[in-house]
């Protein structure tokens, strides 16, 4: 996940899951104004249930002001960064 901040802030990607009140990823990347961040991330959890579970995957930043583009910039999409992508697979 890359994300461009037009102010200093920190960009945050967050995890929720349904079935749980625990976060199970929280991630932040500290950036100047005007520059990208990237995260590369993977965590495991084991599910509490054999009913379907629910992700809840959201992106932002850390605190109020400025604005995060996800895969551009201010004059618009970039394909230069590697596109984001959430992978998903089932561990025996």
Avoid: C
């Avoid at 037009?6 to 950036?31: C, G, H, I, M």
């Amino acid at each position: 996940m890359n994300g461009f901040v037009t102010e200093q802030n920190a960009f945050v990607v967050a995890v929720w899951r349904s079935d749980s009140p625990d976060l199970p990823s929280l991630v932040k990347r500290y950036a100047r104004a005007g520059r990208r961040v990237f995260i590369d991330h993977s965590f495991e959890f084991k599910a509490n249930t054999m009913s379907k579970i629910r992700l809840d995957v959201r992106i932002g930043l850390s605190r109020s002001g400025g604005t995060v583009f996800v895969n551009g910039d201010p004059d618009g999409q970039d394909h230069s960064p590697p596109v984001p992508f959430v992978e998903i697979r089932e561990l025996n």
